[in-house]
């Protein structure tokens, strides 16, 4: 009798957390938008994706964090901008949140990176030079709340 190996559970390389990013950037945009609950987009992405690849405890943390914790991370991010965030494109609010949210609650991954992934998904999801815009300001943010790693 053979038995069939089980499938692996992506672990959390660049490449899973890449994709975890985009599916929670997608997620929180839908929230933005029709305000459905965390749990249930992330039950509907979890049946209609392929999420093999996909580092699901990343996804989950970012979608479900972030709603948690939008007032701490607008209120990180709004000083720095040129608008309130309510009246930022909803792409580049919903990755600059996520992208605050790493910066300050996973010291573990270097900021550079951070910003790098913010910036690929504002090229792939936001308007023309949107990456633009959110480097400046997740950069700016860096300075202060990732300083020793930045003087580094």
Request: proline share 5%.
């Amino acid at each position: 009798m053979q038995t069939h190996p089980k499938k692996p559970q992506a672990k959390n390389t660049p490449a899973a957390r890449h994709k975890a990013r985009r599916f929670a950037l997608q997620g929180l945009y839908e929230w933005q938008l029709s305000g459905n609950q965390p749990f249930e987009i992330e039950a509907r992405y979890r049946v209609e994706n392929a999420m093999h690849k996909v580092d699901l405890a990343y996804f989950h943390e970012l979608l479900h964090q972030c709603v948690a914790r939008v007032s701490e991370l607008d209120a990180a991010f709004e000083p720095l901008l040129d608008r309130k965030a309510s009246q930022i494109d909803p792409v580049e609010r919903a990755i600059l949140r996520m992208g605050t949210y790493e910066l300050l609650h996973h010291i573990e991954i270097p900021y550079v990176i951070v910003i790098d992934e913010a910036i690929e998904l504002a090229k792939d999801f936001g308007a023309t030079d949107s990456y633009k815009y959110v480097n400046r300001i997740l950069d700016e943010l860096a300075k202060t709340v990732r300083k020793a790693e930045k003087q580094a």
